[in-house]
């Protein structure tokens, strides 16, 4: 199976998936930055649910598992203030936690994923906001 033109490792598993989703929602959740917006935006006996579904995200992303239902930009949507600065700490945090815990083969898929989707959800919420998105530049690994 390949992604983007890329046999996907035999690293990437299930296991690896679960260790990384769960191991970046810790450190989201100690985040000065960050966890309070998750912490607020996120129930905790919701907490367990939303980490399935994230499961469910990066398996249906990367593996092609088909499991994922939803549409993950729609809760960041309705976040006010959320800006460049929380983006560029939701990358170095992912980054931080895919270096640590994958192969460098996998952590790179992980953090390729990760960047266009942050890049992505920065131009639909400066579009959803009435904002110029024309200048909004992507977030670049060699930045965080």
């Not at 092609?64 to 929380?86: A, N, S, V, W």
């Not at 980054?95 to 083969?105: F, I, K, M, Y």
Request: proline share 7%; net charge negative.
């Amino acid at each position: 199976m390949t992604i983007d033109g890329r046999l996907i490792p035999d690293a990437l598993d299930e296991a690896m998936i679960h260790a990384v989703v769960h191991g970046f929602y810790d450190k989201i959740r100690a985040d000065d930055l960050l966890g309070p917006i998750f912490n607020g935006a996120i129930a905790p006996e919701a907490w367990p649910q939303h980490l399935a579904k994230m499961c469910d995200f990066w398996s249906s992303t990367l593996l092609r598992t088909g499991r994922y239902e939803g549409h993950p930009l729609r809760p960041h949507l309705l976040l006010p203030g959320l800006g460049e600065e929380h983006f560029r700490r939701w990358l170095t945090l992912f980054r931080a936690t895919v270096q640590s815990l994958c192969p460098p083969d996998v952590a790179a898929l992980f953090l390729d994923r990760a960047l266009r989707i942050g890049h992505s959800f920065r131009l639909a919420i400066a579009f959803h906001r009435g904002e110029n998105a024309t200048q909004l530049q992507p977030i670049l690994e060699e930045s965080l």
